[in-house]
């Protein structure tokens, strides 16, 4: 395997010796085309023989070689960077020779190299060198992209596309073959750009593409950033044609930026990416404002949204991140990670179960958090239909333990983190978030009534996010990779998504505009229907929905909507000064009757008795209406 890898490349002083041989071949022939120019007996008259000439030419060439370093790059990889490299040489060559003519003629009365030779050797000698490079390249990069090699379009013709065809022509662990620029510029139709013809994006290009066997489009990284997505790549996307990118993309502000070695490897375009989400801005200061030099606590860090918040959260200098959660191997990896990436940030990992109110207590005591994001809950729909009483301790006593600790120890802010599966409810996850939201604005509201400058305990809802634990996306990614099939629930199943940083962008603003007892809701743009879904992610994976990949209607499960809501009937909005973030305007409830009737829930839930446990839910939130699910008969009246 050592000798083989040996041979995938020249080593230096082959490069040099070849570089040697062709300048000698350079000299010669300036030697004759020299003597068959001019009068040969007058040329040398005084002149050094010309084998010594020779040696002197080819001496000051090599010392030059060296100095310039014109042997050290690969020939196959031959850059603008090595020609120039080549053109000084031979230019401080011609110059130094030059010089020295002069000097022995002012010396000794005559020159020892012929100037006519020197004239002529400079150029010659850099062309061959020249084609040598471009030579090995061209034949290199032709063997490497054979007939076999997957044909691509590139979208984008700037800086980023061309550094893209130029890897693909280059770099030996790319196997797609470049055919053409795709653009939407129409005055660069009909032009070539690197040798590649530019077309336009039409219906005749689609004809064309199928025609001559396309089927992959990558997309620049810089086009990437000026198309909408969402709207621009379904024409690509309907037409059956894989869209890949670079994983970077996101990396560049500038066109100069742009390099084949930041570029990287090519890869499919994310279902993310294909999703309309406008961009997310929050007011930073506001932020900074409320986190710099606090202590911050986040329960369930470990997970996809606690996770994402800590990342956030130590951005605005805060003066230490206490990380709560009951998962040892995630939480673990976690410190590891963030301590690798945020060495000047004080992060402090705890394993704890926010059921058990001593423990948290005890955290409390020891840490005194100023901000408190409360994001631990059990989420999965379908199986905590079948443990009603693990939701009510997780996501009801839970919530109600941080609640009640963070006044002891006067926490300026709680943010809780709810779903809006808690807005009129079909399922006991949701049923389960709605009652700690009910616990938490109550108990503020009673509080607020004696000290005004109590704990502010804000909620917020949002839908599904992207790329967590448990999503739609990673789950289908798995079925498509094992063949299919590709199961959706429903065909008519649609949700709303939104992505994990934006969530939590959207989680720490909202933290800041709330005065306490609001329920923020935020913009989760236009539903996605899960079936379309299902179907774009297999055509980006290559494959043809339902001929390649079935797609089987596996039926709603116990629990499951049709569609989610944001608010129920009842409820109305308000503005806020992000248009993004809006206020719930919900109903109001006593704190005392419904803490009673919550310390009934939970200790009711450490019962064997799952249909009492869901019947006082229902008594708590009268809008919980069971779907799909055993517990339908409890809403028999």
Not at 179 to 208: C, H, K, M
Request: glycine letters at 6%; a neutral charge; aromatic letters at 10%.
């Amino acid at each position: 395997m050592k000798d083989k890898k040996a041979f995938n490349y020249l080593p230096r002083w082959g490069v040099l010796l070849i570089d040697v041989l062709l300048c000698t071949i350079a000299f010669w022939l300036s030697v004759w085309i020299g003597s068959a120019i001019f009068d040969y007996n007058q040329s040398h008259d005084g002149a050094w023989p010309i084998e010594s000439q020779y040696g002197l030419v080819l001496g000051v060439q090599i010392i030059f070689f060296i100095i310039f370093h014109t042997y050290a790059g690969m020939l196959r990889y031959s850059t603008f960077v090595d020609t120039l490299k080549s053109l000084l040489s031979n230019l401080s060559t011609g110059f130094v020779l030059v010089l020295f003519n002069l000097l022995m003629q002012r010396l000794t009365g005559y020159h020892p190299i012929l100037n006519t030779v020197l004239v002529i050797y400079v150029p010659i000698s850099f062309v061959l060198l020249f084609c040598l490079r471009v030579g090995v390249k061209t034949i290199y990069e032709t063997l490497q992209q054979t007939q076999s090699s997957p044909k691509v379009v590139i979208y984008g013709t700037q800086t980023a596309g061309l550094a893209i065809a130029k890897m693909l022509r280059s770099a030996g662990n790319t196997p797609y073959r470049p055919i053409a620029f795709i653009s939407t510029e129409d005055q660069r139709y009909g032009y070539e750009i690197a040798g590649l013809p530019v077309r336009p994006i039409n219906d005749r290009l689609f004809a064309w593409m199928e025609k001559a066997n396309i089927h992959h489009v990558i997309v620049s990284p810089l086009k990437m950033r000026e198309i909408n997505p969402a709207k621009d790549l379904q024409i690509f996307i309907d037409h059956n044609i894989r869209i890949l990118t670079t994983p970077y993309f996101t990396q560049f502000d500038n066109i100069e930026d742009v390099d084949i070695q930041r570029i990287g490897r090519i890869d499919s375009i994310r279902i993310e990416d294909l999703l309309e989400r406008p961009k997310i801005e929050i007011n930073t200061d506001n932020v900074q404002q409320i986190l710099q030099d606090k202590v911050v606590l986040i329960s369930g860090a470990a997970g996809s949204i606690g996770s994402e918040l800590v990342r956030q959260v130590q951005h605005y200098a805060p003066r230490a991140i206490v990380l709560v959660d009951i998962a040892e191997s995630p939480l673990h990896d976690l410190s590891l990670d963030l301590q690798q990436q945020y060495p000047n940030t004080r992060f402090i990992p705890i394993i704890a179960d926010v059921r058990n109110r001593d423990r948290i207590e005890s955290i409390f005591n020891e840490t005194r958090p100023d901000v408190v994001y409360h994001a631990a809950a059990y989420k999965h729909v379908p199986l905590m239909e079948n443990y009603p009483g693990e939701a009510i301790q997780a996501n009801v006593l839970g919530t109600k333990n941080m609640a009640d600790i963070a006044v002891k120890y006067k926490v300026e802010r709680f943010v809780m983190i709810s779903t809006d599966k808690a807005v009129n409810p079909t399922n006991i996850m949701g049923a389960s978030k709605r009652i700690a939201e009910i616990y938490v604005q109550s108990l503020f509201r009673k509080l607020q009534i004696e000290d005004s400058n109590c704990t502010k305990f804000i909620t917020t809802r949002f839908g599904n996010v992207l790329g967590s634990n448990g999503s739609v996306i990673p789950y289908f990614q798995k079925q498509i990779a094992a063949g299919g099939p590709v199961t959706v629930t429903h065909p008519n199943i649609i949700r709303y998504f939104m992505t994990i940083p934006e969530a939590c962008c959207l989680v720490m603003e909202a933290s800041t505009l709330g005065n306490g007892g609001e329920i923020f809701i935020f913009d989760m743009g236009q539903p996605v229907k899960i079936l379309d879904l299902a179907r774009n992610m297999i055509r980006l994976a290559g494959y043809a929905p339902e001929k390649d990949i079935p797609i089987v209607f596996t039926g709603l499960r116990p629990g499951e909507k049709l569609y989610e809501e944001l608010l129920n009937q009842k409820e109305t909005t308000l503005p806020t000064d992000n248009k993004k973030i809006m206020i719930a305007r919900v109903r109001e409830f006593d704190f005392d009757v419904v803490s009673k009737q919550i310390d009934i829930l939970i200790e009711t839930s450490y019962t064997d008795k799952p249909f009492t446990i869901v019947k006082q839910m229902k008594q708590l939130v009268p809008e919980y209406i069971s779907n799909n699910s055993i517990y339908e008969q409890l809403d028999i009246r």
